[in-house]
C-alpha cells in the first residue's frame, strides 16, 4: 500500500513538473508593422496561466504613455484581453522618466502553446499603439549596420575636423538627437527609405547625443540605427551647439564633399527635403 502510495506521488510530481514546463519564451520577436516607436516587445511568454509581453518604451512622443484595460492581444481572429500591468498601471496616463525610457511587463489571457503570430492592439480606436505579425516562431536577429566610436579626444576647435575626418570626400548627414526627444525617434524611422535609396551612394549618416542621453537607454535605442555614433562630454556637446549653430534637437546637417555645411535644419523637414538636399551635396561640383 504504501509502494502505490508513493507510485502516486510521483506520478503526480512528475505530472506536477510537465505542467510547470509548459512555457514557451521568445526573445526580441520579429514583428511585421508597428505604428508606433514607442513600443517594442523584447520578450514573449507563454505558459498555460498566462501570456507576458516585457515592454521596453524609449520615449513617448508627448511625453506620456498609458496602456488601457481594453488592450487585447489578437490571434487566429480571436481576442485575449490583458489582465494587468506590472511596473506600469493600467488606464492611467504615464509621465514618462527624465531618461526617456522605461520598461515594464503586460498579462493578457493565455494564447494557445502552439499560437505564432499574434497582434498588439492598445484599443479598438485609432488613438491607441498597434503593433501587427508579432512572430513567435523566430527571434528577430536582423543586425543593423552601426558603429560606435569614442569621443575624440584633444582641444575642442579639432573636435567637428575630427568627428568627419573617417568620412572624408563623402557626402556626411549630421543627425544631432537625443534619446529623450519623441521627434528625433519619428525621425529616425521616416529616415529608413532614405538610408535605402542612398545605400550604394558616398553618403555616411553620424549620430550626435550627450550625456542627457542616459548611456544604457542610447546604447538600446542605437543598435537599431545604422550608421556611425558618438556619445559625447557635456562639454564637447555645449561646444558643438555653439559651432554648429544648434538651437535644439534634433538638428540635421549635411556636409559636402569638401568638407562645407551645404544645409541646415531645425526640426525634421521632411523626407523629400532630405532627399533633394542630399542629391545637391553629391551633385556639387
Known amino acids: 500500500m504504501k509502494i502505490k502510495s508513493l ?9 506536477m513538473t510537465a505542467q510547470a514546463q509548459q512555457i514557451k519564451v521568445v526573445e526580441r520577436p520579429y514583428a511585421s508593422y508597428a505604428d508606433t516607436p514607442s513600443l517594442e516587445i523584447t520578450k ?23 496602456i488601457t484595460s481594453e488592450t ?6 480571436k481576442k485575449y484581453m490583458i489582465s494587468s500591468g506590472e511596473g506600469l498601471e493600467l488606464d492611467l496616463l504615464f509621465g514618462m522618466p527624465k531618461s526617456g525610457a ?12 502552439e499560437t505564432t503570430t499574434f497582434d498588439f492592439i492598445g484599443s479598438d480606436s485609432d488613438d491607441y499603439y498597434k503593433i ?9 536577429n536582423e543586425e543593423t549596420d ?18 568627419i575626418k573617417p568620412f572624408e570626400g563623402k557626402v556626411i548627414l549630421i543627425d544631432i538627437w537625443a534619446t529623450w526627444c519623441g521627434p528625433c525617434l519619428a525621425s529616425h524611422l521616416l529616415m529608413q527609405p532614405i538610408k535605402v535609396q542612398f545605400a550604394n551612394k558616398d553618403v555616411e549618416f553620424l549620430y550626435l547625443a550627450g550625456e542627457d542621453s542616459p548611456a544604457i537607454v542610447w546604447e538600446n535605442v542605437i543598435a537599431d540605427i545604422s550608421g556611425s555614433h558618438h556619445r559625447l562630454s557635456a562639454e564637447q556637446w555645449d561646444y558643438l551647439h555653439d559651432l554648429l549653430d544648434v538651437k535644439g534637437v534634433p538638428t540635421f546637417i549635411i556636409i559636402d564633399r569638401e568638407g562645407n555645411q551645404s544645409f541646415h535644419s ?20
Open 7 to 15: 507510485l502516486t506521488l510521483l506520478l503526480l510530481t512528475i505530472g
Open 44 to 66: 514573449v511568454t507563454l505558459s498555460d496561466t498566462a501570456t507576458v509581453l516585457d515592454i521596453y518604451a524609449p520615449v513617448h512622443l508627448d511625453n506620456s504613455i498609458k
Open 72 to 77: 487585447y492581444l489578437l490571434a487566429n481572429e
Open 102 to 113: 522605461i520598461e515594464f511587463m503586460l498579462i493578457f489571457e493565455p494564447l494557445p502553446m
Open 132 to 140: 501587427y505579425g508579432v512572430n513567435l516562431t523566430e527571434e528577430n
Open 146 to 163: 552601426y558603429s560606435v566610436s569614442d569621443s575624440p579626444s584633444g582641444k575642442h576647435e579639432q573636435l567637428f575636423h575630427n568627428l
Open 266 to 285: 531645425t526640426g525634421f523637414p521632411g523626407v523629400n527635403t532630405m532627399r533633394r538636399e542630399l542629391n545637391r551635396a553629391l551633385n556639387k561640383r
